[in-house]
Every structure is written in C-alpha cells, then in structure tokens.
T-cell receptor
Framework: KQEVTQIPAALSVPEGENLVLNCSFT??????LQWFRQDPGKGLTSLLL?????REQTSGRLNASLDKSSGRSTLYIAASQPGDSATYLC?????????????FGRGTSLIVHP | SQTIHQWPATLVQPVGSPLSLECTVE??????LYWYRQAAGRGLQLLFY??????ISSEVPQNLSASRPQDRQFILSSKKLLLSDSGFYLC??????????FGQGTRLTVV
C-alpha cells in the first residue's frame, strides 16, 4: 500500500524567498503524483500533476519534480508571496498493489510573511 | 468541462440525527468516486471509494455509509451521528487514470 510523507509539516518564510516542499512515497511503481493547495476551510485545488513517465511539470512560479527511484517529489516555489500562504498536499496514485486511490501526505502548512 | 458539486458547505447537526451529504460530477462518465474526511491538523483519510454504480468499498469501519445510486452521484450517510463524526468531508473523482478533482468540502459539526 502506497504511503506518503511530507516534510516539513510547517514552514514560515519572508516574502521573496525560493522554497522547496518535500514529498516522499514508499512504492516506486507510482502511477502519478499530484500537488494540491488548500486554503483554510476550503477544498483542494490542483496545482500540478506529474505522470510516472515525466520528471517534472511547471506552472508559473511552481515547479514539481518526480524521482521514482528515490521515492521523492519536490514542489519548488519561486519568489514566494503572501498569497502563497496555504497548506500544500501531495497525493500519490498507484503502486505495486494496483490501487489507483489517491493517497495523501499530511501536508505542509506554509506562511509567507511580508 | 469536468466539474464536481458538493453540498451543503456547512452543516450543524445534533448527536443522534441522520446525515446525508451529496456529491455530483459533470462532464465525465464512469468516474472513480471518493469520500475523504479531514480532521483538524491531520491529513485526508479515505472513507469510501467507488469504481462503478453500486460498487462501494469502505476503508475504515465506522458510523458512516456510502451509496452510488447513479453513475455520477455519490452520497455519504449516517443513521445516527456521533460527536466524533465532526470534521471536514471532501468528495473527489478521478476520470479514468488522470488527475483527481475535489469538491469544496462540507464542514460538519455534530453538537
């Protein structure tokens, strides 16, 4: 069964910093990995999806990478802004057991202060 | 386009009362459907998932049940709510083997 871990659990940075959020998974037979953003009391907004055949995806100031061999994905946020403050979740789908249920980490709570 | 609707957004219910949360999907057919619960400060816990009409799998035995009466409709129910059922409930779907889409969630408070 796929297990997903995210570190750090919380992060507080000044505006303008480049930062990296980490996500690790246990089964390298992952089908895809998706990064989400969650604002307080809201649902999940999809940020980036990386298929198993891809190494990275980019959207604006966000870049996500996937390394199946090491069981890691990173979300890179360039030039952080206060509006980036939110919880970031990663979810892995698929594994050796054949399940395609999205399995989530506990998230990284990000605060970007002015 | 593919969309998901989940309601209500907020719900306050007394202990022992029934529950019905509804989720509908548009723009796709035969999606996989999911109900998750998110407790304060914790990750998303998978409650139920469905790969087709009438096919429901439960991940965690508890006071809740799920049904899929139509291809794009997923319902979460309880006959008698407990205080421990309070939380943030999220419905999601995956159109075949692509990205997951989430509803806006229901904040349930059992009093």
């Amino acid at each position: 069964k796929q297990e997903v871990t995210q570190i750090p659990a919380a992060l507080s940075v000044p505006e303008g910093e480049n930062l990296v959020l980490n996500c690790s998974f246990t089964d390298s037979a992952i089908y895809n990995l998706q990064w989400f953003r969650q604002d307080p009391g809201k649902g999940l907004t999809s940020l980036l999806l990386i298929q198993s055949s891809q190494r990275e995806q980019t959207s604006g100031r966000l870049n996500a990478s996937l390394d199946k061999s090491s069981g890691r994905s990173t979300l890179y946020i360039a030039a952080s802004q206060p509006g980036d403050s939110a919880t970031y979740l990663c979810a892995g789908r698929g594994g050796s057991g054949g399940s395609y249920i999205p399995t989530f980490g506990r998230g990284t709570s990000l605060i970007v202060h002015p | 386009s593919q969309t998901i609707h989940q309601w209500p957004a907020t719900l306050v219910q007394p202990v022992g009362s029934p529950l019905s949360l509804e989720c509908t999907v548009e723009g796709t057919s035969n999606p996989n459907l999911y109900w998750y619960r998110q407790a304060a400060g914790r990750g998303l816990q998978l409650l139920f998932y469905s790969v087709g009409i009438g096919q429901i799998s439960s991940e965690v035995p508890q006071n809740l049940s799920a049904s899929r009466p139509q291809d794009r409709q997923f319902i979460l129910s309880s006959k008698k709510l407990l205080l421990s059922d309070s939380g943030f409930y999220l419905c999601a779907f995956t159109p075949e083997a692509t990205e997951a889409f989430f509803g806006q969630g229901t904040r349930l408070t059992v009093v």
